[in-house]
């Protein structure tokens, strides 16, 4: 993609402050493709380093750092507003901030963990979707990225996968209502495990030497916003899979699926 695939657009990535976290990676790719972007976060003075690395690429108006809790629909709600107005419109929402707690099993999760990470992966998508889907659909024009898990991870790994699986088929249902509309809504995922905040510490140290790295995110996560992928919806990216050197339909052959793996339910069936 070219430095100015993303020019004129304005973006929001949510749990975008993590100096180690796919956030961060994926709104630092926006910027350098052109994008202003509103990066959100609950850690303000994670959020504050990372919009300073990436007013470093974009220059200084190119990013609003935005503290809020996606698990409060005001919040939501006030920071698209916020976007609207001072970065003077919005057609990308990326769907990042979550959270994983972990325990050895589903009897020892505890219940406001649950709670928790029921709020961070589930509401908290859903209240910022609901959030940005009116003025996108009013310009004609919009991008719903989600970023979930694979389907080993969400079936064996509790509250975090169930809640991701959740994500996951809101947008299938998402995707499904804004067809036709120059809407879209799809899912992007790293593929393996990836080195992060989240993740770091839970790998014994030889192993977390070949997880991927979250610039993984970075391609796929701008071709995704971009005019280029006008009429892909639905989708679900891997984005270790993801290879610019193969031509476009090449590429989407390796690297993409439908969302929520419809053939394995009535959908699916002829």
Do not use: C
Request: charged share 20%; proline share 6%; hydrophobic share 50%.
């Amino acid at each position: 993609m070219s430095e100015a695939a993303l020019s004129g657009k304005v973006a929001i990535v949510t749990g975008a402050g993590s100096a180690i976290g796919l956030g961060r990676a994926m709104a630092l790719a926006l910027v350098g493709a052109g994008a202003r972007v509103a990066m959100l976060d609950v850690d303000r003075a994670a959020l504050d380093q990372s919009a300073a690395d990436a007013r470093g690429i974009g220059g200084p108006s190119s990013v609003l750092p935005i503290v809020a809790d996606v698990t409060k629909r005001e919040d939501a709600a006030a920071a698209v507003e916020r976007t609207i107005a001072e970065l003077g419109g919005l057609h990308v929402l990326i769907n990042n901030a979550g959270i994983n707690p972990r325990f050895p099993g589903f009897r020892d999760i505890a219940l406001d963990a649950w709670v928790s990470t029921v709020a961070v992966n589930v509401h908290g998508p859903f209240f910022m979707a609901r959030a940005v889907i009116g003025p996108m659909l009013a310009q004609g024009w919009g991008r719903l990225i989600g970023v979930t898990t694979s389907l080993d991870t969400m079936l064996r790994t509790a509250p975090y996968g169930p809640t991701k699986a959740a994500h996951e088929a809101l947008l299938a249902t998402i995707a499904r209502d804004v067809e036709g509309t120059g809407v879209t809504a799809n899912v992007l995922i790293p593929g393996g495990a990836v080195f992060t905040n989240m993740t770091r510490g839970f790998y014994e140290p030889d192993r977390e030497v070949g997880l991927l790295e979250p610039t993984v995110m970075q391609a796929p996560a701008v071709w995704l916003a971009s005019p280029a992928a006008d009429g892909v919806n639905g989708r679900r990216i891997v984005a270790e899979n993801w290879d610019e050197a193969l031509p476009l339909d090449e590429r989407l052959a390796k690297a993409s699926a439908p969302i929520g793996w419809p053939q394995l339910g009535r959908a699916g069936r002829s």
